[in-house]
T-cell receptor, first 116, second 114 residues
């Protein structure tokens, strides 16, 4: 149980285009999902917390208009990187938890974004 | 504010020997503590957690961790390391009073040599 999937696993796009990444909880309902960014050989940096049916909460320094998050259902959250630039190239990982104060987050396999 | 420190960037151990990965934390309230493992180009896999109860927590793949409140530590241990344990290990903390946001340590790369 507690499986989280991400799609796509990797994507290459041209500078200026937008890319959508999906995060799904496959066998549980996730009231809260989290989006992280990981640079090579570094730790995970929380970008935003996505709550089903409400606006996402962004961490300081993360541009809301650039990283659009939608959590329309209890099993799906999407992250859209708008007008992508090479510096947006990174490994994006989502996680999901159930309940208001879930004690465990389960992570997706990650999406490798490369912007040319 | 909550924080996590993993003092070692890398730990090298011979196969069959004990493995320890260190973690210390700082929270204002009572902590939830977690260990995750990451293989190359993959997401994080949950290993174990401490919420309350026994200080020694047993998790997946033979790993265990001991919660030490006085030393604010949560070191990960495995009695006999395998080559397949070579990966990147992350310690994470959540302050019960601060919602469900996780803060991760910088990660420790474990290399188990045959």
């Amino acid at each position: 149980g507690a499986v989280v999937s991400q799609h796509p696993s990797r994507v290459i796009c041209k500078s200026g285009t937008s890319v959508k990444i999906e995060c799904r909880s496959l066998d549980f309902q996730a009231t809260t999902m989290f989006w992280y960014r990981q640079f090579p050989k570094q730790s995970l940096m929380l970008m935003a917390t996505s709550n089903e049916g409400s606006k996402a909460t962004y961490e300081q320094g993360v541009e809301k208009d650039k990283f659009l998050i939608n959590h329309a259902s209890l099993t799906l959250s999407t992250l859209t990187v708008t007008s992508a630039h090479p510096e947006d190239s990174s490994f994006y990982i989502c996680s999901a938890g159930a309940g208001v104060n879930t004690d465990t987050q389960y992570f997706g396999p990650g999406t490798r974004l490369t912007v040319l | 504010a909550q924080s996590v420190a993993q003092p070692e960037d890398q730990v090298n151990v011979a196969e069959g020997n004990p493995l320890t990965v260190k973690c210390t934390y700082s929270v204002s309230g009572n902590p939830y503590l977690f260990w995750y493992v990451q293989y190359p180009n993959r997401g994080l896999q949950f290993l174990l957690k401490y919420i309350t109860g026994d200080n020694l927590v047993k998790g997946s793949y033979g790993f265990e961790a001991e919660f030490n409140k006085s030393q604010t530590s949560f070191h990960l241990k495995k009695p006999s390391a395998l080559v397949s344990d070579s990966a990147l290990y992350f310690c994470a903390v959540r302050d019960k009073a601060a919602g469900n946001k996780l803060t991760f340590g910088g990660g420790t790369r474990v290399l188990v040599k045959p």
